[in-house]
């Protein structure tokens, strides 16, 4: 960590005015202390955004960015790197500038200017507790630009619009199109001039609520953070816990801290936002010493297949002849857990085992197989009985929790997710958080949490025949993917074209090609990744059963080939020597170019399966086929409607005269 002299970073104005560039010059911020404490982004010749206010209001009626007294300013730059080990890359190189001002009345704000894009966070230094009545978040652009923004809809309190399951497809719009009185969720992005995009993001959101985004009334093209306040009062409503009351105050904290970072993340090129690292950055380093207990890989999982195992001699259900049989078909595959989703325990005590599950012999069936098994758990469950929970089921041999229906993001909720998680280590036991919003980096911090959903992922499609789901496939890389792994559970070995789809419980099936979904195991980032369909479809499709369990969870290294948002993606990833590539379309046929240079010297074989030649007509339709290439290769890609195309390369010897 250097310090850089302040003509070089920073330049003050009666020291109220301060600017910091980007590593490479590129991005400048500049800073301005009063009356309001304002930043202004810009990239090259192009505006991010014009001057924004930004403020902490504290009940009482301090406001902590206005009139703003400076005391100090300190910057610094860093250029170096972090292990990843549970990522999509096994290094972070984490190069930034960094100005830090900090005002008289023990508080001040970090700006910080990456290559990739900036963010801020403010810091208080008080001896007592504070109590947030509001955050002043805003971003003002200079024209009315199109934006890709995630509508919160599916209020589970009628008027209380911060109790949702954060599951939506995009909104592709104007800001003048925003609707009234709606809120977005993060991440959302923002298409800028000459093709730069700019996504906004927050990062280490430690007992915080996360921030909604919706248009400013008062002023046009502007974005205007919101935030759930406190939940005064709440009450058990089947499977959630509800809110009936909101305090009048967002965050009860201490008063010596760091707040979540507030990220633009801008590109000039689409492909480049399918390979960010700004929320690894931004988040905390781990606080678990030794992960070498923290096992990812693939699931075998029930839920979305209905338990709808065939060609059997038991009745297919939640029973243990089921999951013995779920465990011998990973156990064959190379898969490493199933998941037991709800049914295995009472509906309402969690610490009482369903009489048609014989969990010990679950269990020690799966440890013969070399399987191990995950739990199923609503929220609320776990948060009220954390410890009592975990201390019954770890010593049993249960490897992990998949916990679902957290379904809000105010200040209790996230503190809750850091919670679950440090006594979860404590026991040695993996996290998937389920029916939660998007990740803000508690994966570094905790890496037993393995799996993140904040997605409208895939079982939605047994009941929403009207969404877009080839598209939204093709737009989650560049944005919600930047925030994290997402637990989308793909895998449907039942395709449907767009003409032939339609929703079923028991028998569902995918919109798009087979090859579409085997693709999603190469673009999607999940260290806990679940194969959704059943046994008895997988063991059918043996070919691309047996593909997908040669793809990897986490990955040493990751380039992203091309792409645009809402319209095709493709994605190389390296496992050792073993290179996969995945690519993937909407609804329209398309020739992309998939360029190997990525390969370096050697020989190499790759096993590809590509869309056959009538999969416009039947989408489970694929040829599979096994050529040799270089790294001088650039192949000619056909995706056909809601396509795909994924490969296994390898490295080959070759042979000496």
Known sequence: ??????????????????????????????????????????????????????????????????????????????????????????????????????????????????????????????????????????????KDYAGFFPYVRDFRVKGDPFQTSFEATYEEINFSKFTKDTLAFLPALVALDNGKKAVIVEADLEDYPGMYATVNK????????????????????????????????????????????????????????????????????????????????????????????SHVDFRAGINTETYKYYIDFAAANGLEYIVMDEGWSETNDIT?????????EIINHGKAKKVDVILWATWHQIMQRTEEVFSQYAPMGIKGFKIDFFDRDDQKVVQSTYDIAKTAARHKLLVDYHGIYKPTGLQRTYPNVIGFEGVKGMENVKWTPDDDIPRYDVTLPFIRMISGAIDYTPGAMRNATKQSFHPSNSLPMSQGTRCHQLAMFVVFEAPLQMLADNPTAYMKEQESTGFISKIPTITDETVALDGKVGEYVAIARRKDRNWFVGAMSNWQQRDITVDLSFLGAGSFEAEIFQDGVNADRDATDYKRIVRKVSSGDKLTVHLMNGGGWAARIYPVPTLVQ
């Open 1 to 142: 960590m250097l310090f850089l002299p302040v003509s070089i970073l920073a330049f003050s104005q009666n020291g109220k005015v301060f600017k910091l560039k980007s590593p490479d010059g590129k991005i400048n911020i500049t800073v301005a202390a009063a009356p309001k404490l304002t930043w202004t982004v810009t990239h090259e010749n192009t505006t991010v955004i014009t001057p924004s206010e930004i403020a902490l209001k504290l009940t009482g009626g301090e406001v902590l960015g206005n009139n703003m007294t400076v005391a100090n300013v300190k910057t610094i730059t860093v250029n170096t790197s972090f292990t990843s080990p549970f990522y999509k890359k096994s290094s972070v190189v984490d190069n930034y500038n960094q100005l830090t001002i900090t005002g008289k009345n023990d508080y001040g704000v970090i700006f910080r200017a990456y290559n990739d894009g900036v963010a801020y966070r403010f810091f208080t230094r008080r001896k007592s507790d504070i109590v947030i009545a509001s955050e002043e978040f805003n971003l003002n652009f200079d």
């Open 352 to 360: 009482k085992i369903s009489p048609r599950i014989n969990l010990t």
């Open 218 to 309: 008062s002023s046009a093209n502007t974005l205007h953070g919101v935030f759930a306040p406190y939940p005064a009062k709440e009450t058990t409503k089947e499977r959630n816990l509800i809110v009936t009351e909101r305090a009048n105050y967002i965050a009860k904290t201490k008063g010596t801290r760091s707040f979540p970072w507030r990220a633009i993340i801008i590109s000039a090129t689409d492909k480049e936002l399918a390979n960010s690292d700004m929320i690894q950055k931004l988040a905390s380093p781990s606080v678990i010493s030794d992960v070498s207990w923290i096992k990812p890989g693939k699931v075998a999982w029930d839920w979305w297949n209905d338990w709808n195992i």
